[in-house]
Nanobody
């Protein structure tokens, strides 16, 4: 059973930095996509960044150049380094994962079916 547990959320000042972590367990796929998504109150959930098992990465335009997604397979953890945080980055951030066909590419539009419970990020200006 896939389990994803996010941590690292909290309050950050605009312009500051925060690092989110997602501890993954139960993943046995050899090819997969993992990503960070966010949902602000009253808004639709949106993809932030994804990474696949080959290390290919895709970012939403709104975070390009400010956020960095990475993974440490040794500890089965996905990270999201958030720099130059803006008030509009405030949201609940979710980690997601799913298998993909070998040779497929993971995009921010890729639908993933395993989700964590989320971690909240608030931004003070």
């Amino acid at each position: 059973q896939v389990r994803l547990v996010e941590s690292g959320g909290g309050s950050v000042q605009a312009g500051g930095s925060l690092r989110l972590s997602c501890a993954a367990s139960g993943i046995t796929w050899s090819t997969y996509c993992m990503g960070w998504y966010r949902q602000a109150p009253g808004k639709k959930r949106e993809a932030v960044a994804v990474i696949d098992s080959d290390g290919r990465i895709s970012y939403a335009h709104s975070v390009q150049g400010r956020f960095t997604i990475s993974s440490d397979n040794a500890v089965n953890t996905l990270y999201l380094q958030m720099n130059s945080v803006k008030p509009e980055d405030a949201a609940t951030y979710y980690c997601a994962a799913d298998w993909i066909h070998r040779g497929s590419v993971c995009y921010t539009e890729t639908e993933l079916n395993h989700w964590g419970q989320g971690t909240s990020v608030t931004v003070s200006s």
